[in-house]
């Protein structure tokens, strides 16, 4: 099975700021990687999917990189509606979640 | 616009049967686009995936749990099921159903259910 490791599990960043969160798979996965962002008691939503592509409605102040095994998220100024947690889902073979990063205010 | 809804009982016993189906509407569970799956998440953790289904009936699960999970589709009502075996308290999460892309991964989700297991 490949797992997938994200971090840092929790960060710390103040409105403005620029923003990244790491996924690493525990083997290739070429560019099969979504990112989701999810609020309290709410479904996760995608932002990312295909490592880079940008899903419809989301706000271009965030962008995906990487293929392979290391992969990225970035958010370019961090708004209010982003204190979120985010989590990458590799589904080059199955699928599989990362653990989870939780972005709160500084 | 695509809708997935989760229904089942809130409260299982300890050892019985957790059993949830998912109604989609506003699409068609037979397209061969697409996989149905199930993924939860218990409180304050992170998403698991359960297990997902094509609409021929082949079906992926998760290792950790496949020997307690069954997920069924029934084309007829556009629904798909979750069944899962001697549950235990570790299984108490929010469950949802979606719908898995090729490209796209996961685009739509279901609001999602909570199920307590407890006596």
């Known amino acids: 099975d490949i797992q997938m490791t994200q971090s840092p599990s929790t960060l710390s960043a103040s409105v403005g700021d620029r923003v990244t969160i790491t996924c690493r798979a525990s083997?290739?996965?070429?560019?099969?990687l979504a990112w989701y962002q999810q609020k309290p008691g709410k479904a996760p939503k995608l932002l990312i999917y295909?490592?880079?592509s940008l899903e419809s409605g989301v706000p271009s102040r965030f962008s995906g990189s990487g293929s392979g095994t290391e992969f990225t998220l970035t958010i370019s100024s961090l708004q209010p509606d982003d204190f979120a947690t985010y989590y990458c889902?590799?589904?080059?073979?199955?699928?599989?979640f990362g653990q989870g990063t939780k972005v709160e205010i500084k | 616009q695509l809708q997935l809804q989760e229904s089942g009982p809130g409260l299982v016993k300890p050892s019985e049967t957790l059993s949830l189906t998912c109604t989609v509407s506003?699409?068609?569970?037979?397209?061969?686009?697409?996989?149905w799956g199930w993924i939860r998440q218990p409180p304050g953790k992170g998403l698991e995936w359960i297990g997902s289904?094509?609409?021929?009936?082949?079906?992926y699960y998760n290792p950790s749990l496949k020997s307690r999970v069954t997920i069924s589709v029934d084309t007829s009502k556009n629904q798909f099921s979750l069944k899962l075996s001697s549950v235990t308290a570790a299984d108490t999460a929010v469950y949802y159903c979606?719908?898995?892309?090729?490209?796209?991964?996961?685009?739509?989700w279901g609001q999602g259910t909570l199920v307590t297991v407890s006596s």
């Open positions: 083997q290739s996965i070429s560019s099969w």
């Open positions: 889902q590799q589904y080059n073979s199955w699928w599989t």
């Open positions: 295909k490592a880079s």
């Open positions: 506003g699409g068609s569970i037979s397209s061969s686009s697409y996989y």
């Open positions: 979606a719908r898995v892309e090729r490209v796209t991964a996961i685009r739509y």
């Open positions: 289904i094509y609409y021929s009936g082949s079906t």
